[in-house]
Structure formats: C-alpha cells, structure tokens
C-alpha cells in the first residue's frame, strides 16, 4: 500500500498530440491530486478530459511534460492505477467472478483469490451475481462488475472516465452513492470524468474545468462540503451555480 505522499498523482507542462488525426488534445497541462483527494474534471466534449485520464493509466504518451504518480514517472500501465471504462471492460465469455479473479495477483493461493472474490462482490453489491456472464447483467450491474475487477488489483488511484454514463437517473444516484462509500473507506486517490455537476458535488473534493481543444485548465474550484453528501446540499448552491456559469461559457 502507497503512503498518502506517493499516491499523488501530478502533471507538469504535459501536451498530447496525435499525429495521424492531426489533433492536439490537450496542451500545456500542469495539475496535482493529493494523495486520497476526489477530483472531477470538467469541460466541453472533445476538450482532451478522456486523454487527460489515460496519461494518468500509462495508456498515451505526452508529446512534452511528465506524469508521475508520487516520484515515479508514469509511462505505461501498472497495478497502482486502475481505469474505469465508460463502457464495463469485462471478459464477455468468462463470469463475473473470474473476470474478478484474473485482476487479482497472480501470486496469491487460490483459496484466498476465492475469499477476495467474495469480498469484492459483496462490496459492490454483487454477491449473488458471481456466477453469471456480463451479458445477463444491467448496465448499473456490468459497471459495479468493472469496478471490483478494478478494486481487485488493490489500486492506489481510481481512474473513472463518465462510469455513471447510460444510466438511469435512479441508478446513476445509487452507483455513486456506493462508489463515494467505497473511495472513502479505502481513501483512493481518484478521479472522475464527467459532464454531471450533479454526480460532481456528490463525490468529488475539487472541480478542475478544461477549456475547449486543445484542452487547459480553466480553473479549479473546490467544493468545500465534508463527506458524505448527497450532492444537493443547499451549502452547494454557489458551487453549483460556478460550476454551470463557467461550463456555459466554454460550450
């Protein structure tokens, strides 16, 4: 386990590129989540908020800066930093409780994978569904599948890229109350990519909101309210507000 230092997740001056599109994604971006901080990243649709989390994942290289989770410089993907996909990565043709079995450490006996499986499924609320196939899940259940599989790997960041996205308004509101409980207890460095200010002020700490292509950071806002919080707290409305005058203005 990562001390609280060395779960910092930190970008200094980084640009992406992508040649073959002909596009810069984001540019210039100098940003820090501290250790066991929730931040939510904001900003117009295509303004680099998905490519900002896969630097984070070792998945895309920046043209110029650097990513380091604590000290370490981050260049390709590792145990430490797990993403969650809009859509569940699961492996269709295997259950649910081996896709969460083939996230855990291949190190440890087969008896206490099988303890840890357990425990992951109780955690999101799956514990009777270990043995069915992602098809024969709902899409609020396929996401709480993904996200064991991701805790499975005893991350110390969370990377979440819109995971609430195709859900009912019911379902939205659950998932992200059980993922703010679940953050907390294991005091994860995450964060979330969304266009929700709701899903926003519900869990996250502070509010970074890019500007439109090539992505920069606008501004940071924090959200000032202590844990747990549904989110519509009245202490939020001039948050809320902020937040909704400053994403209109880069639409």
């Known amino acids: 386990m990562l001390t609280v230092r060395e779960s910092e997740i930190r970008w200094q001056g980084v640009t992406v590129d992508f040649p073959l599109r002909r596009l810069r994604a984001i540019q210039d971006i100098s940003l820090e989540v501290q250790g066991g901080e929730v931040l939510a990243v904001m900003g117009p649709s295509g303004c680099g908020k998905s490519t900002l989390l896969k630097t984070a994942a070792g998945l895309v290289s920046p043209k110029a800066g650097t990513v380091q989770l604590g000290a370490k ?82 991350p110390a960041a969370l990377l979440l890229d819109e995971p609430f996205s195709g859900l ?4 939205r509101r659950k998932l992200a109350r059980e993922l703010a409980g679940i953050i907390a207890n294991r005091a994860l460095t995450t964060i979330l990519v969304t266009h929700s200010v709701d899903e926003t002020l519900m869990l996250a700490d502070r509010v970074v909101v890019l500007t439109g292509r090539p992505g920069r950071v606008r501004t940071s806002v924090p959200v000032g309210l202590p844990h747990p919080r549904q989110g519509n707290e009245p202490e939020l409305a001039e948050v809320r507000t902020r937040l909704y005058n400053i994403l209109e203005t880069e639409e």
């Not at 083939?102 to 955690?123: D, F, K, M």
Request: glycine letters at 4%.
């Open 168 to 171: 009912d308004v019911t379902s």
């Open 73 to 154: 410089p981050i260049s390709s993907p590792s145990r430490q930093i797990a993403l969650v996909f809009q859509e569940a990565a699961l492996f269709p043709w295997f259950t649910v409780e081996r896709n969460i079995d083939l996230a855990l450490a291949r190190t440890i006996s087969r008896n206490e994978r099988t303890t840890q499986v357990s425990r992951l499924l109780a955690t999101v609320g799956l514990t009777d569904f270990g043995h069915v196939f992602p098809r024969e899940l709902s899409g609020g259940m396929a996401r709480r599948a993904a996200l064991a599989a991701a805790l499975a790997r005893d």
